[in-house]
């Protein structure tokens, strides 16, 4: 279906585009992508608002302690170390849940050690027959092996800079360790969904279209925007979160180079009403899936005439099909 099939209203799309306070290249852009996502996508918008529940293999630990998270995050997560593992699962399932993010805190060598724990989930898989997800960070090919046996979706955030990866992360490594974890996640046959994180460096653009042309080479199943969140009783607390225009040109060209590939926007962006503009401008640029959408993004929605697909019970990273159970 093309652009001129769909009901969207194209004229008020660009009333609402010359409208928002942005650089005139940035809206030749923004419309450029909303464009390529009629085409790809129709006038079709997923919003998932129940995403999985992420569980900590690793509890509160973390070797690496990140400037952007210094263990925070992982204290919102269900802890799963200590032998927890199968209860906390087993519990997802009984509550109706259907997969679980496994996640945890890093390793210095910059994996998230759930390949340690790879013949427990194979069988808690077995058992409960949810879908697992999983955060992989830098990870070997023998590590993408054994996760091969029972990942369905590789959750790996993508850097594009070696600075961000040093300066932030802390990490020896460089840009090149994240390709290759993409290309032996990819050889050993696991769908992967690569994550750009905007603004990671304290809120500066820093390496994101890098990881963009970089996660092309792998044939991902969905492209998902993570944005920076200045968070409290961090190193990076006081930056500012990523001013719209820098997502505006990191979302128009993630659309732009895939075209037809499935674009998200993550839960894990800053909130209040900075949320409910990126949501907006997001939405303008070409996304067409949104976790935890806000309350604007469902009235510019119905503003501009996307039709809007509730998908319950489900991680926006999952390529999942209007026919799969979508309202």
């Known amino acids: 279906m093309t652009a001129s099939d769909c009901k969207v209203d194209i004229d ?14 940035a809206k030749k852009e923004m419309l450029g992508s909303f464009k390529i996502r009629l085409d790809s996508f129709s006038n079709n918008i997923l919003f998932f608002n129940e995403p999985f529940t992420p569980v900590s293999v690793t509890g509160t630990d973390c070797e690496l302690n990140c400037k952007h998270c210094e263990k925070h995050y992982l204290e919102h997560m269900r802890n799963g170390s200590g032998g927890k593992l199968r209860a906390t699962v087993v519990d997802l399932a009984k509550r109706g849940r259907s997969g679980v993010l496994l996640s945890g805190g890093s390793k210095l060598d910059g994996s998230v050690p759930t390949y340690e724990l790879s013949d427990e ?13 999983a955060h992989t960070g830098i990870i070997t090919p023998g590590q993408a092996l054994s996760l091969s046996t029972w990942l369905d979706m590789a959750l790996v955030d993508c850097i594009g800079s070696d600075a961000t990866i040093s300066g932030i992360l802390g990490l020896p490594n460089t840009v090149s360790d994240y390709e290759n974890t993409l290309r032996f996640l990819a050889d050993a046959g696991i769908p992967i969904a690569p994550h750009i994180i905007t603004g990671l460096n304290n809120g500066a653009l820093d390496g994101e279209f890098r990881a963009i042309k970089m996660v092309k080479k792998y044939d991902p199943d969905v492209v998902v925007i993570v944005v920076f969140i200045p ?13 719209l225009e820098d997502i505006v040109f990191v979302i128009a060209t993630a659309r732009q180079e895939f075209p037809q590939i499935p674009l998200s926007l993550s839960c894990v962006r800053p909130g209040g009403r900075y949320r409910s503009r990126l949501d907006e401008y997001a939405i303008l640029c070409g996304i067409d899936r949104i976790a935890v959408p806000s309350r604007s993004a469902y009235q510019l929605c119905t503003e501009i005439g996307l039709d809007i697909h509730e998908v319950d019970n489900m991680c926006c990273s999952y390529n999942v099909e209007l026919e799969e159970g979508i309202e």
């Open 12 to 25: 008020r799309v660009l009333e609402k585009i010359k409208g928002l306070d942005i650089s005139e290249t």
């Open 121 to 133: 989930i194979r069988q808690i898989k077995k058992d409960t027959h949810l879908k697992m997800s």
């Open 231 to 243: 968070t409290k009783n961090t190193a990076c607390s006081s930056a500012l979160p990523p001013a």
